[in-house]
């Protein structure tokens, strides 16, 4: 079988998908692993300052590669990938299962600047608990499963757009 000449660089996994969608896979592997960590350190050993800088280093992070991704999507697109044929076109589940991880995905994107940028905002330095810690604590709970969800559904699409 000939090998298909897509646009953009080819991704690393042996899989249809362009480097960039190869690398924003894995990254939110790390996401989620250094989240649950971050989480962690607040929760149970009381780093306020560790968990300040790994979430603004995770937002950072998140936002550099979105913007990367977004760059390489918008120059040479996913759906001939996809569906495996330059010319081609998804699947109504490929365009389905990317449907629900956008909501998500959107949703992370508004979310995590709200509670990162309130939190640098109302939170004293050194960080520590005071009044915006009930706001903080909801949000940014609801931050971090929007997160992990995100990361749920934009596995899912990559399998059925690229994997399947």
Known sequence: MDAIDYPGLEGFLGTRASFMLDVLVIAMVVVVAVLAWSVYQVKYRRSY????????????VLLVAVIVFEVDVRLYGWEDRAAGVIGGHASRMVWNALAIHLVFAVA???LWPVVIIRALLNFPNPPAPGPHS???????RIAAIDMLVTAITGWTFYYLAFVR
């Open 108 to 110: 992370a994107t508004i």
């Open 134 to 140: 009930r706001f903080h604590l909801r949000w940014a």
């Open 49 to 60: 300052q560790l968990h300040k800088w790994v979430q603004v280093g995770l937002g950072l």
